[in-house]
Every structure is written in C-alpha cells, then in structure tokens.
C-alpha cells in the first residue's frame, strides 16, 4: 500500500522540542521532494519546510527559519522535521507531503496553497500550550 504517515506530535509546552517523522510505504521517499505542512481551523494548510530530491536542498518558511531543521533517514525511508523553541503559534495539524515535481519545494516555502501534491499524509496534532 502507497502511504504516508506522520507520527511524533503531542503536547509540548512553550520552548519544547518536537520531532515529526514522515514515514513512506509503497514506495522510495528519497526519489521525492518532501514537504511539511501544517494548518489550524479556519486557514489554509501552509507549508513549512521542504527538502529536495535532487540535491538534498532544505527550505523553511521565514517564521520556522532558525527552530526547525528537515532531514532525511533513507535507511528508514523516511523525512523528520526537528522542531526546537516551539511557540504557542506553531500548534496546528502536521502533514508531510511528497511530489516528484521540480520547483515543488519553492512552492511550498513561499505560496500558501500548494495545489497537485501527488501524496499527502493523515496528519499529526502538535500543540504547544503551557
């Protein structure tokens, strides 16, 4: 089965760390561009951070520069996202998302829609709350 699944989110109170995972099956994560989502009720779901493909580029929207770092873990087919310094505004819903198409991780960092994602996963609650 071709999936996605997040996992890692909870409760952390302000100036915790977290650490998302983004695991694939059914298929070779390392051959996508993968992306970090994330949205609260009411807004668009707004990418994060990405790293690419081809040569292993990271990006990060401006408000995470500095606090989250993307990698990834080929032995393990999968993306982690290291979350430090958490704020009550980073609590929202996590998704991870792959796609093969080149400019997808500019797309992600700078555009608040990202339309055509070829695979999105289920997401994970991360609340940062004291």
């Known amino acids: 089965q071709v999936q996605l699944v997040e996992s890692g989110g909870g409760l952390v109170q302000p100036g915790g760390s977290l650490r998302l995972s983004c695991g694939a099956s059914?298929?070779?994560?390392?051959?996508?561009?993968v992306g970090w989502f994330r949205q609260v009720p009411g807004k668009e779901r707004e990418g994060m951070s990405c790293?690419?493909?081809?040569?292993?580029?990271?990006y990060y929207r401006d408000s995470v520069k500095g606090r989250f770092t993307i990698t990834r873990d080929n032995a393990n087919n999968a993306v982690h996202l290291q979350m430090n310094n958490l704020r009550p505004e980073d609590t929202a819903v996590y998704y991870c998302?792959?796609?093969?198409?080149?400019?997808?991780?500019?797309?992600?960092?700078?555009?608040?829609?990202?339309?055509?994602?070829?695979?999105w996963g289920q997401g994970t609650q991360v609340t940062v709350s004291s």
């Open positions: 998302a792959a796609d093969p198409n080149g400019g997808f991780c500019e797309v992600v960092v700078t555009t608040i829609t990202v339309e055509g994602v070829e695979k």
């Open positions: 059914g298929f070779t994560l390392d051959r996508y561009h």
């Open positions: 790293v690419s493909a081809t040569d292993g580029s990271t």
